[in-house]
């Protein structure tokens, strides 16, 4: 059963860096055939899809906010984070770890339960 | 950019059929997949390239893609039913991730 677990502050002050990681288990990020993906919800709003990375370091990013993301993988762990810089109050959501299907589909097929970020002073 | 447009609300009485559209265009060109989401929880992945269903998900949720609409259909829906529910497909020309506005689905 694989299961996903974001973890990070909850608050993050405006102009500064928001860093959440996302724990897999029961899957091995490195056995391949899937990305792992971020997703955010503002609140009462649609989802947003923020980047995708596989293992072995490559990475898609939605235009919108390529300029302040950074995705990377830490496979000893079996998780991989997301850094978005320079935060404003647009960027408080509900943030999603996934696993993204990697036959060319694209699909998110197992989601963690989200965390909230809130960017305040 | 590519966008996926959902109507906003469909509302739907309890046994009948309920259809939610994604449009985009020549979306027919692209795998469609459909999310569930109920208040406060995570989105729930029903339907995938374009018309099959993940282990779990009841016969009853089925889509199909053609053209410039992608439908996802809910046969004999019940009030657990009653969610939102998002379409996505992926852009090749962008090479990312596109989520459609979102539908409430109300069963009353």
């Known amino acids: 059963q694989v299961q996903l677990q974001e973890s990070g502050p909850g608050l993050v002050k405006p102009s500064q860096t928001l860093s959440l990681t996302c724990t897999v288990s029961?899957?091995?990020?490195?056995?391949?055939?899937?990305?792992w993906g971020w997703i955010r919800q503002r609140p009462g709003k649609g989802l947003q899809w923020i980047g995708n990375i596989y293992y072995r370091g490559s990475t898609f990013y939605t235009p919108s906010l390529k300029s302040r993301v950074t995705m990377f993988v830490d496979t000893p762990k079996n998780q991989f984070s997301l850094k978005l810089s320079s935060v404003t109050a647009a960027d408080t959501a509900v943030y999603y770890c996934?696993?993204?299907?990697?036959?060319?589909?694209?699909?998110?097929?197992?989601w963690g339960q989200g965390t909230l970020v809130t960017v305040s002073s | 950019s590519y966008e996926l447009t959902q109507p906003p609300s469909v509302s739907v009485s309890p046994g009948q059929t309920a259809s939610i559209t994604c449009s985009g265009d020549?979306?027919?060109?692209?795998?469609v997949c459909w999310y569930q989401q109920k208040p406060g929880q995570s989105p729930v992945l029903v339907i995938y390239?374009?018309?099959k269903r993940p282990s779990g998900i009841p016969e009853r949720f089925s889509g199909s893609n053609s053209g410039n609409t992608a439908t996802l259909t809910i046969s004999g829906t019940q009030a657990m039913d009653e969610a939102d529910y998002f379409c996505?497909?992926?852009?090749?020309?962008?090479?990312?991730?596109?989520f459609g506005g979102g539908t409430k689905l109300t069963v009353l």
């Open positions: 390239q374009d018309d």
């Open positions: 029961g899957y091995s990020i490195t056995s391949g055939g899937y990305y």
């Open positions: 996505q497909a992926w852009d090749s020309s962008t090479e990312g991730a596109i």
């Open positions: 020549k979306l027919g060109d692209k795998y």
């Open positions: 996934a696993r993204v299907d990697g036959s060319g589909s694209y699909y998110f097929d197992h």
